[in-house]
């Protein structure tokens, strides 16, 4: 079930109908949010909540033979254990395929025929994985007690909104509001303000997904990607910066959606996203950009690794390290490696030789430069193929700058809503949804209205899914 799709917004109407009519049993209520979490991950492909459910009880066990070890060492394998196995699982299911074209040439050599497994990718597999690997080695350093209930675990990796592509949530926010870690299960008691303003940040999120990803995305973008010889230097630019803002508008749609139905049923999980492209270099972009990723990998990663800990050489190859496997996280291709390299190595560029931003004219210069920067990384983040991408930069410099046919002024409008996004003062968004917050129940009812009529007329073809679920 798609987020931005008829069939989604019935099954979470119903949810939330069905949880507030059990605002006054909280086990009963949390117990009816797993049926949900799991019947909703069922609609994409049944077999799979075996996976998922195994993966719990993975984490559930593996957290309590963890707590019982009695040093320090012992609980770092059992750490290790756990963590080991969850990317066994992950590397078969995601990176098998990758894996076999890597030793091709030499399968080939001895007479093995290669070729795709026919592994089918379990959709949120990235996220659920690092959740849980998340929530065991927080068990090993005593940051958190071990839940002894093994539906409590199940609900933290399964949770619906933010299950696909999620936020990912620490065990010491999310397990306290499920009624684990020695606190009460919470009764749902959601002032009117906070259910509003859970519904102003799901549509929001309707209208990034539809409004500028997708629009981007067929009128534009995948055009160019597909075949990026057939147009000129300015649509090839201008598919560039589009599907920054797809992508954008894609993912941090998706996370404002996840937010504000996590807040409708009493619930809070972090921001995901702040403005990226205000960024004035990539330290700051990767602080605004998938917050909760960038924090699990300095935590879960560059830190376990040595962090800055060992001299400058020492720190430039724990961050290059951390990238590098951030960009094979996301998706199994040679062409995710370069993006998570070329982040890699202009952070490490970064910390020898840059230094802080400050406001002003420099700023101004510096957020344009980090912004292209970053443009350039998403080509090959895009681009189905080296070739592809090499075609797109090419076409940048020898596709002609005398005509645009494909450009329109539906583009333009939506490019410009784009940029107008990251550029205004947060305080107008806050004060937007202050405005929607306060209005009548029959305002605001008729703003949802409005916007599921635009996503219905803009909803042309068939919805297409969020980037990050091929992740």
């Known amino acids: 079930m798609l987020f931005h799709t008829p069939v989604f917004g019935f099954f979470l109407f119903a949810c939330v109908a069905v949880a507030w009519a059990l605002a006054n049993r909280p086990r009963a209520r949390l117990g009816f949010l797993l049926v949900a979490s799991y019947v909703f991950y069922a609609a994409w492909e049944p077999r799979f909540v075996v996976l998922m459910a195994g993966c719990a009880v ?37 990176y098998t395929d990758f894996i076999l074209q890597a030793l091709e040439p030499w399968l080939a050599e001895g007479g093995a025929a290669v070729g795709p497994s026919g592994i089918l990718l379990p959709v949120g597999i990235s996220f659920f994985t690092f959740q849980g690997i998340g929530y065991v080695v927080d068990v090993g350093r005593g940051q958190v007690r071990a839940e002894t209930a093994l539906w409590r675990v199940m609900l933290f990796l399964a949770f619906f909104p933010q299950l696909i592509a999620g936020p990912i949530v620490r065990a010491d926010r999310l397990l306290p509001q499920l009624g684990g870690q020695g606190h009460p299960a919470p009764r749902l008691r959601l002032p009117d303000e906070d259910f509003s303003r859970g519904l102003s940040l799901l549509i929001v999120g309707l209208l990034k997904k539809t409004v500028l990803a997708d629009v981007l995305a067929r009128e534009i973008v995948d055009r160019v990607f597909d075949l990026p010889q057939m147009y000129t230097g300015p649509e090839v630019l201008v598919a560039v910066y589009g599907y ?33 492209y205000r960024a004035a270099s990539l330290q700051e972009f990767w602080r605004r950009w998938h917050i909760t990723l960038s924090q699990w990998l300095r935590d879960y990663l560059y830190i376990p690794l040595g962090g800055n800990r060992g001299g400058r050489w020492a720190r430039d190859r724990n961050l ?23 982040h890699g190595f202009g952070l490490v560029v970064e910390r020898r030789f840059g230094r802080p931003a400050r406001a002003g004219w420099r700023r101004a210069i510096r957020v344009l430069v980090t912004f292209h920067l970053v443009c350039f990384a998403w080509i090959w983040f895009r681009a189905p193929s080296f070739d592809l991408g090499a075609d797109v930069v090419r076409q940048l410099w020898t596709g002609g700058w005398d005509a645009a046919p494909n450009l329109n002024a539906t583009m333009a409008v939506v490019l410009a809503l784009g940029a107008l996004e990251q550029a205004w003062p947060r305080e107008w968004g806050r004060r937007v949804a202050q405005g929607f917050v306060r209005a009548p129940a029959l305002a605001q009812a008729a703003v949802l209205v409005v916007a599921l009529r635009l996503v219905a007329t803009l909803d042309q073809g068939g919805s297409s899914p969020f980037i990050y679920f091929q992740f």
């Open 58 to 94: 993975l984490d559930w066990a593996g957290a309590l033979v963890v707590a019982r070890q009695p040093t320090a060492r012992r609980r770092g394998v059992a750490v290790a254990v756990v963590a080991g196995v969850h990317l066994g699982l992950l590397g078969f299911w995601k």
């Open 244 to 276: 920054a803002l797809q992508i954008y508008g894609d993912f941090s749609g998706y996370s404002d959606m996840a937010v504000g139905m996590a807040v409708m049923f009493g619930i809070s999980i972090p921001r995901n996203f702040d403005r990226p």
């Open 320 to 342: 290059l390290i951390t990238m590098v496997l951030g960009g094979l996280w996301h998706g199994a291709a040679w062409t995710f490696v370069a993006w998570g390299t070329l």
